[in-house]
């Protein structure tokens, strides 16, 4: 479910990419791609596809695609072995998959808590029950 709601979302940024335009969802690609070392969404031909591929006419995908190591990368489809092969989707899907994995562990960790505190408040209420230190001094019904 994760990875079909990641491949309906990443599609839509993907085609909302524009490069030249500073807008959050050409950014959030352009951040993504050189962190996570990836290209397009299954691979770096996924850009072919793209409105912005159409527009540029000029065989190459966006910069944030060639490897880090290279300063001559023009991200040029010509020259692939520049690019980094491997797609984003599935990079995403492990990233998410991992911090999902802490939530749901300090989830059991905040859960694993509050048991043992009810349970400590159990067991104060218990004694407190069965213990004559706490009972009333006066038994009459007046209190001073």
Partial sequence: QVEDEVDHSIRKVYNGYNGTNPDAASRAIDYVQRQLRCCGIHNYSDWENTVWFKQTKNNSVPLSCCKAALSNCTGSLTHP?????????????????????????AALAFAAIQLLGMLCACIVLCRRSRDPAYELLIAGGTYA
């Fill in 81 to 105: 072995m520049d690019l980094y092969s491997e797609g984003c989707e599935a990079l995403v899907v492990k990233k998410l998959q991992e911090i999902m994995m802490y939530v749901i562990w």
